[in-house]
Structures are given as structure tokens and as C-alpha cells.
């Protein structure tokens, strides 16, 4: 089988080691090279792949032009997603985008827009499609297990962007006064801010739930933290045709998810009018409550098989079986997601509720 060379470019977000990480244990897949500007956000990933220093780039024309990748992975900061599509998109190649899509709906288009041109397959990934909870809990309503879906309730974020690295690695309070001061996740031009970190899991995952029903309108609070020009908290509110769904990002939580779950717990609860199921984040069950058990049922979680484990493995298949990407990962789902974002911004700082921008 073909080896697939990947390049990971811009290492701003540091969701970068984690697919690099994903990269290396493909077994037809091989990390061609890399490439950032600040050398220093490379070192864990040179050290923990052993890369040598002529995959290391600064420029990503020079990585684009010597490695000829098959695939490129793009890590940046939000404000910068459809600029660093536009520099790739004309190499012709795949690209993966780590998540969110973009930082306001017209960027998302110009991305879209960029990948027409080029007529490659391209993805969005939402690390929480990977979470076996979640795939579960579709398939049950798919399935019709609690009826048809009415409403959908999302809570997630984590203890703050700077109280980790790559891999989950645990940083200390030492680490997080300093980074803070200097991070893109707290700067609004950039992106920042909790809203545009976390929202786009919600509203992309809860479209994907309600098989891409959007909402009339959508009102949006978000936290004012002193000193910060960015959010740590919002809760949006969506009105769609079927009753209020609700979605909550958080900086802040007590613990992070994949340590300890905080209370409230972070992940989906889903409403039918037949029933409802809870999928909280890496729980290895979740509750089905049904006419016949009002009670509810723990039901383990489906295993996920290759290639279906995890962002890498699932776009190579799609590239290897020319299948189209599809749910959470399809940049058309994500739109949809994009819009419900950008409405919510909008209302949080007309501080009033806005019917879904077009």
C-alpha cells in the first residue's frame, strides 16, 4: 500500500503533536516534514518523533516544495484558518484543518471557496467526533431510540488553554501566568476567547445530531473576566423549529474532562420526544431513558474500529477509497455550525437575540 507523506504546518494550536502523534503510529503514513515559524513550538514534536533537521522548516514554501506531502495537517490560530488554507490550497494537496473552521463565517467561505479551486478533499477535525460516547449516542438516534430529537444540551471546555500541552501534558500554575499574558487564545483579534474555542464542538455536533436542522434565531451571554479582552464562559441559546437547544463553553472548569470529569459534566444531552440519552466525554457508558425505562439504561459505548479511531486514519481511508468526508468532519455540516457561531457573537455583543445570520 502507498505510504502517505504528511506535513504538519503551523504549530500555533497545539492540537498539532497530537495528530503528528497519530501520523507516526499509521501504518501507511510517514511525517514528511514540518514547519513554523518559532522553532520552539516544534521541539517536543522533534524530540518525541525523532525528526531529523532536514524535515524542519520555518518557511512553508520551502516544506511545501522540498517534501511534496500528500496531505498537509494546518494547527493555527483561529484568525489565521483561512489565510493558512489559502497558502496551501494552491499546492493542490489535502488538507486537514484542526478545529474550529474558521473565525467568522466569511472566512469559513473564502476556505471553502480555496478548496473548490483546487478540487482536493479537505476536513474540518472535532476531536470529540473520535469520542466513542458521542458516535454511540448517534447511532442511537438515528436509529430512532428516543424518537425524533427535540432538543440538544452542550456543555464542555476545560481547566484554560494553558494548563496543557500536546499529548494532554499537565502544565503548572508557573507555566499558565506566564503563557497567558503572551497566548493567541486570549487575544481577541486572533480568535480567542471560549466562545470561538468550543462553540463550533456544540453547534457542529448538535447539527449533526439533528441530521443539519438549523435555528430561527439564537441569544448569547458571555462572561466579561477582568482584565481579559477575550471570554471564559458564554451560553448561547438556539431556537429551532423542534423547541430551545442550549450551548455552554467554559474556561474554567474544576478539572479537565479527560482527567476527571467537573461537574457540570462536559458532553451532550440529547432530548426526544420518546426519550433522552446522556453522552458525557470518554465515559465509557451512556444513559438511554425510554418509555419502557423511565429509569434508564446504561448502555456501554460502541468500540470504535479502523478507520474510524481517529482523525488520520479516517481521512486517509477516505483518500485511499475516494469516499467523501462526511458528518462533523464535512466543511458543508460545519457551516452550518460556522453560522450558528457567528450568530452568537453577534448576539452577545448586541447583548440581544439575532435570528441566524445568512
Not at 492540537?15 to 513550538?41: F, K, Q, W
Not at 517534501?67 to 495537517?73: F, G, K
Not at 474510524?308 to 462533523?328: N, R, S, W
Not at 466543511?331 to 452568537?344: E, F, H, N, S, W
Request: hydrophobic share 35%; aromatic share 10%; glycine share 6%.
Amino acid at each position: 500500500m502507498k505510504t502517505w507523506r504528511v506535513a504538519g504546518i503551523n504549530f500555533e494550536h497545539s492540537h498539532m503533536g497530537d495528530l503528528l502523534r497519530m501520523v507516526h503510529m499509521h501504518p501507511h503514513a510517514e511525517i514528511c516534514g514540518i514547519c513554523h515559524d518559532d522553532a520552539e513550538l516544534m521541539e517536543s514534536t522533534l524530540h518525541n518523533f525523532q525528526i531529523p533537521e532536514n524535515l524542519v522548516f520555518n518557511d512553508y514554501k520551502a516544506c511545501m516544495e522540498q517534501c511534496q506531502p500528500d496531505l498537509v495537517i494546518l494547527c493555527p490560530a483561529t484568525a489565521r484558518h483561512a489565510e493558512w488554507l489559502e497558502n496551501i490550497a494552491v499546492y493542490n494537496v489535502p488538507i486537514l484543518m484542526e478545529k474550529p473552521f474558521a473565525a467568522s463565517l466569511a472566512e469559513a467561505d473564502r476556505m471553502i471557496t480555496a478548496m473548490e479551486k483546487s478540487g482536493q478533499p479537505w476536513m474540518i477535525n472535532w476531536p470529540l467526533r473520535w469520542v466513542a460516547s458521542h458516535v454511540t449516542a448517534k447511532r442511537l438516534v438515528d436509529e430512532g431510540a428516543i424518537g425524533t430529537l427535540q432538543e440538544v444540551h452542550y456543555y464542555n471546555g476545560n481547566r484554560g488553554p494553558m494548563y496543557h500541552v500536546a499529548d494532554k501534558v499537565e502544565t503548572d500554575e508557573a507555566y499558565v501566568a506566564r503563557e497567558k499574558t503572551k497566548s493567541w487564545f486570549y487575544k481577541k483579534a486572533e480568535g480567542g476567547g471560549s466562545l470561538l474555542d468550543y462553540l463550533g464542538y456544540g453547534t457542529t455536533l448538535g447539527t449533526w445530531f439533528l441530521n443539519s436542522a438549523t435555528p430561527l434565531e439564537v441569544t448569547t451571554v458571555v462572561d466579561e473576566p477582568l482584565g481579559l479582552e477575550v471570554d471564559e464562559h458564554s451560553i448561547t441559546v438556539a431556537r429551532y423549529a423542534t423547541g430551545l437547544s442550549k450551548f455552554e463553553t467554559r474556561w474554567g472548569t474544576f478539572t479537565n474532562p479527560w482527567t476527571h470529569q467537573p461537574q457540570p459534566k462536559c458532553g451532550f444531552v440529547l432530548k426526544g420526544d420518546e426519550g433522552t440519552i446522556s453522552s458525557y466525554d470518554y465515559e465509557e457508558t451512556i444513559c438511554v431513558q425510554t418509555e419502557s425505562n423511565p429509569a434508564g439504561d446504561d448502555i456501554e459505548v460502541d468500540t470504535l474500529e479502523a478507520p474510524f479511531q481517529d482523525p488520520i486514519q479516517y481521512f486517509i481511508h477516505c483518500l485511499e477509497t475516494d469516499t467523501p468526508v462526511e458528518g462533523p468532519l464535512d466543511p458543508k455540516l460545519c457551516r452550518i455550525g460556522q453560522q450558528i457561531v457567528d450568530t452568537a457573537r453577534a448576539s452577545a455583543e448586541k447583548k440581544a437575540t439575532v435570528k441566524l445570520l445568512p
